[in-house]
């Protein structure tokens, strides 16, 4: 047996497979279809009522689960919760002298020929 005889049993089998997929979704749907006739007009709307009832019951259930996982999941992946945040103090980085504050050497912009830093003003940048 060749590739291709393997690829188009493949093929041919899933052909046939959605054929009778599809004709049997066709005969539920006309089942279904003979059944709500035989019913009355009122069974009809009352079935409807019900079926209403639950959705909207089945839909309250799952409102409630999704926000409780997205509460779970706010508090389980916060970065101020884990400890690896930049912005809390123990972090030796923030606790280092600023060295570009306190230096005596004037730092110049080469294509203005202006300082970026004074002694008294401090740090600052000309774009």
């Keep these: 047996m060749s590739v291709m005889d393997i690829v ?4 041919e089998n899933r052909k046939s497979k959605s054929e009778t ?7 539920d749907k006309l089942e279904n279809m003979l059944l709500e006739r035989k019913k009355s007009s009122n069974r009809r709307e009352l079935e409807k009522y019900y079926k209403d009832k639950e959705e909207s019951e089945i839909k309250k259930q799952l409102d409630i689960i999704h926000k409780q996982e997205n509460k779970d999941n706010w508090k389980s992946n916060s970065i101020l919760t884990k400890g690896s945040s930049i912005l809390k103090d123990d972090r030796p980085i923030l606790k280092e002298k600023n060295i570009f504050k306190t230096s005596k050497k004037m730092v110049v ?3 203005n020929k202006v300082p970026l830093q004074t002694k008294d003003k401090g740090m600052f940048f000309r774009w």
């Design 8 to 11: 188009r049993n493949w093929s």
């Design 109 to 111: 912009d080469n294509r």
């Design 21 to 27: 997929f599809k004709k049997m979704q066709e005969q």
